[in-house]
T-cell receptor, first 114, second 111 residues
Framework: KNQVEQSPQSLIILEGKNCTLQ??????????LRWYKQDTGRGPVSLTI?????NTKSNGRYTATLDADTKQSSLHITASQLSDSASYIC?????????????FGRGTQLTVWP | EADIYQTPRYLVIGTGKKITLECSQT?????MYWYQQDPGMELHLIHY???????EKGDLSSESTVSRIRTEHFPLTLESARPSHTSQYLC??????????FGPGTRLTVT
């Protein structure tokens, strides 16, 4: 069964600290993996996207890694800011259908305290 | 920032009422999607469309219906709202299937 599991479910850190969010998936055949940031009451906004051949992708203070062999990805946030408080969702796409099916994780709820 | 819009952003309505959630995009995307999301849970695909006059049901069974008469417009309708329909509804569009752009969402509460 194709699934996307994220951990931790929630995380609280102090402003300025770094953190790492985890994503494990069983989606096959794999096409790409994307991390989204979703502010409360808003739609998800894409942070990074990685294909099978990419190991690392950065977007400002966000760095995503992908290990396609172990089917794991991580999102590292550097020097956190209050505005980083949001839900971070891991989304994996397969190559098995014309729809390009997306599989969503439940997200990690990050809270940054001053 | 993607050009995809949803209205209303918040809606509180009584049981039995008919509602339509609007979604519009100005990017000329052929593919559009509706997702349902409960707090702390993953997004579930309820409807999608490949283009004008094309609509399909998604993975999560939904009593809602959709239409696609124009490329830019993909409204979702509930003929008779119930408390179980209380949720956040997210609309998305894409040119490529995996690169979806999301609207801000409509938070629906049925009392």
């Amino acid at each position: 069964k194709n699934q996307v599991e994220q951990s931790p479910q929630s995380l609280i850190i102090l402003e300025g600290k770094n953190c790492t969010l985890q994503c494990n998936y069983t989606v096959s055949p794999f096409s790409n993996l994307r991390w989204y940031k979703q502010d409360t009451g808003r739609g998800p906004v894409s942070l990074t996207i990685m294909t099978f051949s990419e190991n690392t992708k950065s977007n400002g203070r966000y760095t995503a890694t992908l290990d396609a062999d172990t089917k794991q990805s991580s999102l590292h946030i550097t020097a956190s800011q209050l505005s980083d408080s949001a839900s971070y969702i891991c989304v994996v796409s397969d190559r098995g259908s014309t729809l390009g099916r997306l599989y969503f994780g439940r997200g990690t709820q990050l809270t940054v305290w001053p | 920032e993607a050009d995809i819009y949803q209205t209303p952003r918040y809606l509180v309505i009584g049981t039995g009422k008919k509602i339509t959630l609007e979604c519009s995009q100005t990017m000329g995307h052929d593919k559009m999607y509706w997702y349902q999301q409960d707090p702390g849970m993953e997004l579930h695909l309820i409807h999608y469309s490949y283009g004008v006059n094309s609509t399909e049901k998604g993975d999560l069974s939904s009593e809602s219906t959709v239409s696609r008469i124009r490329t830019e417009h993909f409204p979702l309708t509930l003929e008779s709202a119930r408390p179980s329909h209380t949720s956040q509804y997210l609309c998305a569009s894409s040119e490529l299937s995996y690169e979806q752009y999301f609207g801000p969402g409509t938070r629906l509460t049925v009392t």
